[in-house]
């Protein structure tokens, strides 16, 4: 059985979501210099580390890449240039057209904060929207003034306080003036910096970099990027990342290893070996070059560069598929991890009981019966497991979903997903192990818990109540009509743990075989 990845904590995950919407941001032409004074600086504080900023009304995908999607409809590049038309076509009208700041914080508490501001035009309604889309789950504080369209958007909105932001030293504002002068020429502009107290934190432990980013001491690489200016103009499909270092030593330094940590860092965090390649290739295709204390990486509209450019966002297609799909086996992990625990402790898979002793037919779903197993122990003891899941009592737990069985978020879905439902599934027929009408253990699963699908993932528009047995009752005709489609791939759970990506266009013989716990079919996934 393959070894489940580590759950990623909560910090990176709305880190990573703050990234992904950098990128679509990125898609964006603008004016610098047309925001309203003050706007910048009031995004800011002594904990912020990055800043972005938009005009909106120049939000646009570039037109070489538009034309890469026309002419590769069936590829994962055209779903790619769809989604991000989707995205840049709604931030665009929720910002009616204006310039908008977005900055990330570093608290001294473990919360993330995530500050926005626009001209008073923008709705703080619109504005978070978007943070929602992000983030379903992050909290929302709209600080608002008379003049300007504020809000907190973080993990813990109690410990920051308005009031509790403190004013930046003169040398850290003067880093960040320095970061945004650097690419003002660009319509679009990110600038990035490590805040002071992280710094003195820095120098005091000297840390080391993980193994997976290559080891050794960290110096280099805190001295080689005291901060980061990214410009992107999309109407001429270039920008320009600058990246300031200590001495001009420092930038050497830098420039000679950043390739190596880049390879580092995608061989780690890339699941898909084809998708990790793929972007090694283009990071080899990166030249960073040395312009005295500073590291400069120019994408220019020459021939060779939007070559480059369009490589890239091929490059980029192919890996939204690989990310999403290795965060839903995470979870697919953890059910089957929890129902091989319930199963030993009970000895009976939580497909027909409701309570241990008694084994009656349950009103609850397996979901539920597996809470104490993946954590939620609690949460678990607040049911009453002799009635329905949507019984006066059951029915007021509803809220409480925990995160696990929340769909993760795709870019491309335009379908609305109702409140407490999850898309996480098993699959119920005639020969499967869920829906029968008798108490089942693994060991009636003749068929080989190996060969035998446990769970799977639905489209978001089939979700089902996560706390309701009502589950996924295929079409045999069509036994793959309602799962999740990762571009022709759609991710189960076997009964051994086991989790893989399936192809949705396999024989349906085949997909009927592997939910089938005792047919004696001999099942092919090639």
């Known amino acids: 059985m393959k070894k489940a990845l580590t759950t ?80 840049v076509t709604s931030f665009r009208e929720l910002t009616k057209g204006q310039t908008v700041f977005m900055s990330l914080d570093m608290p001294h508490t473990n919360a993330i904060l995530f500050r926005a501001a626009a001209p008073k035009n923008v709705l703080s309604a619109d504005f978070e929207k978007i943070a929602k889309y992000l983030a379903p789950e992050i909290a929302v504080a709209d600080r608002s003034t008379s ?11 109690e ?31 990110c600038a990035m910096l490590l805040p002071d107290y992280v710094l003195k934190t820095f120098d005091e432990i000297k840390p080391e970099l993980p193994e997976a980013l290559g080891g050794g001491s960290a110096d280099w690489l805190l001295d080689g990027a005291k901060w980061i200016s990214i410009g992107v103009d999309t109407k001429k499909a270039t920008a320009q990342i600058v990246i300031q270092s200590g001495s001009e030593e420092s930038a050497k330094t830098f420039t000679k290893n950043l390739p190596k940590l880049l390879r580092s ?4 965090s890339v699941p898909d070996k084809e998708s990790s390649f793929a972007l090694t290739v283009l990071i080899g295709m990166i030249k960073p070059e040395r312009a005295g204390d500073r590291v400069v990486v120019s994408l220019t509209d020459d021939e060779n560069n939007q070559t480059l450019l369009q490589f890239g966002a091929m490059v980029a297609s192919s890996i939204m598929t690989p990310i999403s799909a290795s965060t839903t086996s995470n979870r697919l992990m953890q059910f089957a991890l929890g129902l091989h625990n319930y199963e030993s402790a009970y000895e009976i898979i939580p497909t027909y009981a409701n309570m241990a002793k008694t084994k009656a037919k349950s009103g609850l779903s397996w979901r539920v019966h597996i809470l104490p197993f993946i954590g939620f122990t609690e949460l678990y003891q607040e049911f009453k497991l002799d009635e329905a ?30 409140p407490y439902h999850t898309t996480y599934a098993v699959p119920v027929g005639k020969k499967t192990v869920f829906g029968q009408e008798e108490p089942i253990r693994l060991r009636n699963i003749t068929d080989g818990t190996s060969n ?44 051994d743990g086991f989790v893989t990506n399936v192809k949705l266009d396999l024989p349906k013989e085949t997909w009927l075989a592997l939910f089938s716990r005792n047919g004696g079919e001999v099942v092919n996934l090639d």
């Open 8 to 87: 990623m904590d909560r910090k990176k995950l709305y880190l990573r979501h703050l990234f992904s919407a950098a990128i679509t941001l990125g898609s964006a032409a603008s004016c610098v210099g047309q925001e309203r004074p003050g706007l910048a600086q009031q995004s800011i504080n002594s904990s912020s580390m990055l800043l972005l900023k938009v005009d909106s009304s120049q939000l646009a995908i570039p037109e070489s890449i538009k034309q890469i999607g026309a002419e590769q409809k069936d590829k994962p590049i055209a779903t790619l240039v769809e989604m991000s038309q989707r995205n």
């Open 389 to 418: 899941w949507d019984s006066p009592h059951n029915i007021k737990l509803l809220p409480k979903m925990p995160t696990i069985y929340s769909p993760i978020a795709d870019m491309n879905e335009t379908v609305e997903l109702k």
């Open 452 to 495: 035998t699908i446990a769970f799977v993932e639905l489209k978001r528009e089939h979700a089902v109540p996560w706390t309701s047995p009502e589950e996924y009752p295929f079409d045999e005709s069509n036994p793959t009509a309602k799962l999740r489609n990762y571009n022709g791939k759609t991710v189960i759970a076997l009964f």
């Open 265 to 268: 860092i995608v061989s780690k």
């Open 159 to 189: 410990l920051e306080s308005p009031s509790g932001a403190v004013a930046m030293s003169a040398e850290q504002a003067a880093k960040w003036q320095a970061a945004l002068e650097a690419t003002k020429e660009f319509p679009v502009q």
């Open 147 to 157: 003049e300007v369209t504020k809000l907190d958007i973080g993990t813990n909105l």
